[in-house]
């Protein structure tokens, strides 16, 4: 099993950007595909991105592709999510995520192990 931990949100204006990181602790790090997902109020949990347990490879929504970088440090058992040119529409709590091989799922409902969230709030 694998304990996940959120930091990094805030309030910040239209443009700038944030960086979201999630620690985890453990069974071994490396052994977990990672994502990271978001719900606004009112609506349903949705994919933001997903990284594989090597961190060569990524996949990202539409709607932030070109704007967010997902990354993670084996030696500090965490994962990051780098967001730029941020906007009011990706205010929503983000949620860090895991699951063990395959990498690749957008589905929520596929992975077992969550965060607590930490709230991204952009001001337009």
């Known amino acids: 099993q694998v304990q996940l931990v959120e930091s990094g949100g805030g309030l910040v204006q239209a443009g700038g950007s944030l960086r979201l990181s999630c620690a985890a602790s453990g069974r071994t790090f490396s052994s977990y595909a990672m994502g990271w997902f978001r719900q606004a109020p009112g609506k349903e949990r949705e994919f933001v991105s997903t990284?594989?347990?090597?961190?060569?490879?990524?996949q990202y929504a539409d709607s932030v592709k070109g704007r967010f970088t997902i990354s993670r440090d084996k030696a500090k058992n965490t994962v990051y999510l780098q967001m730029n040119s941020l906007k009011p529409e990706d205010t929503a709590v983000y949620y860090c995520?895991?699951?063990?091989?395959?990498?690749?799922?957008?589905?929520?409902?596929?992975?077992?192990?969550w965060g607590q969230g930490t709230q991204v709030t952009v001001s337009s």
């Open positions: 990284i594989d347990r090597t961190g060569v490879s990524a």
């Open positions: 995520a895991a699951r063990v091989v395959p990498y690749g799922s957008r589905r929520p409902d596929e992975y077992p192990y």
